[in-house]
């Protein structure tokens, strides 16, 4: 028999669809980061920045991010003859992932730099990081760690001097073996529990001393975490009771022994979390049943020490959000040059310009803030100004970079209309944005912790002269940036409740955006942000900018390609 065909059908010609964004550089196309590590690095070879740009925007990278968040973690707790494994089975897009972000060093490495650009190491990592993120972010939360946990786990130096040289590795190593038999490690964390949240010190697992060896003084673990990040990373920072107190423990997976390949260490994976976002990751609940693990720090300062590592997971979020930002606004942009819309197309429309000059200026100033922040963590251990400013802004950038997360993804994917909602091709990477947005907001402490942080470090009395430094470039370019930066300090000096402290972090992050657009951007991009954000010609959603803006100077700035 002849098989049946479908009819060929006039109505069914496809056109006004755009074509995929991919095969671009997203480095050399993005003028604004540019611009903002020009400002904080100017002596940088961009060199790795452009490779990593390159390499990310590719088609064949995006195929890899599609694959990786359709085809989720799978949990494997015994094999085949019920011997316990607690092993999670990624497709293979997930390594090929996580091995370029290795390979580009977006983990530990800027820790160990002694090149000419080790000056600029967390900069040029931060701009990576943010480049990576336009194309995969949830790959990233064990790479993000693995970056995070080395000013903590020198509180162990014989943990660290076995280990700190895997972790700086760029040789990707997927297999669960002793960390010697690896060529590259990384490392998670756990710190909530069920009944304790944000409220760490309400943790319930126990530590019991069980003598020493090389790695210092060792104990057993017994009690759960709620959320423990990356399960199948070789090693983690946890938090348990001590006698003295909560402390932190350095937590393998697999145990050094008498034989090469090391014994599993008693942690029992009980399952994944199942995320509105951040499929590819897994995330999920333990116990530990009289684990082995070591102290890092000393016994009741272990808030203070694993802090240490989310300090720079702050950073992170921020980073992670404003690559985020800049995907949705290059998809965006890209749907609206091509897509027509009564007689013209999308981005000549009125309305729709308004909509995408706005969404660029948040893109832009997030950025613009992030890479700051970022600079402040290469310079803050010589210079007393940028100690304060790495202090004030971490949980400055946090909090606010990440609340504007989920406003800028509903609106960008509003420009792409129903195309954008669906799981599917090019534009499908929107949806996987929207869903990946809160996440960066929870992590790592939410909006109320980061204000709880923020009260804490203005508290310290070089705060305010320090943010009145910061401000002090731009005064005079603007009237609105100018009643800001007078009254700050003085608002600083004068806080004294909780209540106030969430706009207290929106406002000092508004005003040293401002600050830095005077620096790194036109002055067109400067004007409409201080006459928006600061001088209140805007209204409450985004799209509202007034009538007098450059709208072409803006849009052509923020331009993908």
Same mark, same amino acid.
């Given at each position: 028999m002849?098989?049946l065909?479908a009819?060929v059908?006039a109505?069914h010609?496809?056109f006004n ?5 991919a095969?671009?550089?997203?480095f050399?196309?993005?003028r604004?980061?540019q611009d903002a ?18 390499d990310m925007?590719?088609a064949t990278m ?5 694959l990786a968040?359709?085809h989720?973690p ?6 085949r003859?019920g011997?316990?494994?607690d092993t ?5 897009s997930?390594?090929?992932l ?13 820790w ?7 000056a600029?190491a ?6 990576g990081f943010?480049?990576?993120t336009e ?7 064990p790479v993000s760690?693995s ?8 509180g162990?130096?014989a943990?660290?001097a076995?280990?700190n040289?895997g972790?700086?590795s760029t040789?990707?190593?997927p ?6 038999q690896?060529s590259?490690?990384?490392?998670g964390?756990g710190m909530t ?7 760490v010190?309400a943790n319930t697992?126990?530590?019991?001393a069980d003598?020493?060896?090389?790695w ?16 199948m990373c070789d090693a983690?920072l ?6 003295g107190?909560l402390?932190?423990?350095f937590l ?9 390949e090391?014994t ?6 009980q ?6 976002g ?10 530990f049943?009289d684990?082995?693990a070591w102290r890092v720090?000393e ?12 300090t720079?997971t702050?950073l ?6 404003s690559g &985020?930002?800049?995907q949705a ?6 749907h609206? *040059?091509q897509?027509? +819309? /009564?007689? $013209? =197309?999308?981005?000549e429309?009125p309305?729709m310009?308004?909509v995408l000059?706005? &969404?660029?200026l948040e ?8 890479i *700051?922040?970022?600079s +402040? /963590?290469d $310079? =803050? ?5 940028e100690?304060v400013?790495?202090?004030l802004l971490?949980?400055?950038?946090k909090?606010?970079v990440?609340?504007?997360?989920s ?6 994917m ?6 954008g909602y669906?799981e ?14 809160p ?8 909006g109320?912790?980061?204000a709880?942080?923020l009260?804490?470090?203005v508290?310290r009395?070089?705060t305010a002269?320090?943010?009145a430094d910061e ?9 609105a940036?100018?009643?800001?930066a007078?009254?700050?300090p ?6 004294t ?6 706009r ?8 040293v955006?401002a ?11 400067f004007?409409a ?5 600061l001088?209140g010609?805007w209204?409450?959603s985004?799209?509202?900018l ?7 100077a803006?849009l052509d ?5």
């Amino acid at each position: 028999m002849t098989p049946l065909s479908a009819p060929v059908s006039a109505t069914h010609t496809v056109f006004n669809q755009s074509a995929p964004l991919a095969d671009v550089n997203l480095f050399t196309t993005n003028r604004p980061l540019q611009d903002a590590v020009q400002l904080h690095a100017p002596a940088l070879d961009r060199s790795a920045l452009t490779a990593l740009g390159a390499d990310m925007g590719s088609a064949t990278m995006q195929e890899h991010a599609r694959l990786a968040n359709t085809h989720k973690p799978e949990l494997h707790t015994h094999d085949r003859v019920g011997r316990r494994t607690d092993t999670v089975e990624f497709h293979p897009s997930y390594h090929a992932l996580i091995g370029a972000a290795l390979r580009h060093g977006l983990h530990a490495t800027p820790w160990s730099r002694t090149d000419a650009g080790a000056a600029h190491a967390h900069v040029e990592r931060a701009a990576g990081f943010m480049l990576f993120t336009e194309t995969e972010p949830s790959v990233l939360c064990p790479v993000s760690m693995s970056y995070a946990v080395t000013p903590a786990l020198r509180g162990n130096p014989a943990v660290w001097a076995d280990w700190n040289a895997g972790l700086a590795s760029t040789r990707y190593d997927p297999r669960l073996a002793l960390f010697s038999q690896k060529s590259a490690l990384t490392m998670g964390m756990g710190m909530t529990e069920k009944q304790g949240g944000s409220d760490v010190r309400a943790n319930t697992t126990q530590a019991v001393a069980d003598g020493s060896d090389a790695w210092g003084a060792r104990y057993r673990l017994t009690g759960h975490k709620w959320f423990f990040s990356a399960p199948m990373c070789d090693a983690f920072l946890v938090l348990a009771q001590a006698p003295g107190g909560l402390t932190c423990f350095f937590l393998p997976r697999v145990l050094p022994g008498d034989g090469a390949e090391g014994t599993l260490n008693a942690i029992r994976i009980q399952r994944l979390k199942d995320k509105l976002g951040n499929h590819a990751n897994a995330s999920s609940e333990v116990e530990f049943i009289d684990a082995t693990a070591w102290r890092v720090g000393e016994e009741g300062r272990g808030v203070a020490q694993i802090l240490e590592m989310g300090t720079m997971t702050r950073l992170d979020c921020a980073l992670g959000t404003s690559g &985020l930002m800049r995907q949705a606004l290059s998809l965006a942009l890209h749907h609206t *040059r091509q897509r027509m +819309a /009564f007689g $013209k =197309k999308l981005i000549e429309q009125p309305l729709m310009r308004n909509v995408l000059a706005d &969404l660029a200026l948040e893109s832009e100033a997030a950025t613009a803030l992030s890479i *700051r922040l970022a600079s +402040a /963590f290469d $310079k =803050k251990d010589s210079d007393p100004h940028e100690a304060v400013m790495a202090r004030l802004l971490t949980p400055v950038a946090k909090f606010w970079v990440c609340k504007r997360g989920s406003a800028f993804a509903q609106e960008a994917m509003e420009c792409l209309g129903g195309n954008g909602y669906v799981e599917e091709g090019g534009e499908g990477t929107m949806a996987r944005i929207y869903r990946e947005m809160p996440l960066n907001s929870i992590w790592e402490g939410a909006g109320n912790i980061m204000a709880l942080d923020l009260l804490r470090a203005v508290r310290r009395a070089d705060t305010a002269a320090a943010l009145a430094d910061e401000l002090a470039p731009a005064r005079g370019a603007h009237p609105a940036l100018d009643r800001m930066a007078s009254a700050l300090p003085l608002r600083v000096d004068a806080m004294t409740t909780e209540v106030e402290a969430r706009r207290l972090a929106q406002d000092v992050a508004l005003a040293v955006q401002a600050a830095l657009l005077y620096k790194s951007a036109p002055a067109s991009v400067f004007g409409a942000f201080c006459a928006s954000r600061l001088g209140g010609d805007w209204g409450y959603s985004f799209g509202t900018l007034g009538a007098g803006v450059d709208f072409d100077a803006l849009l052509d700035r923020a331009l993908p390609a």
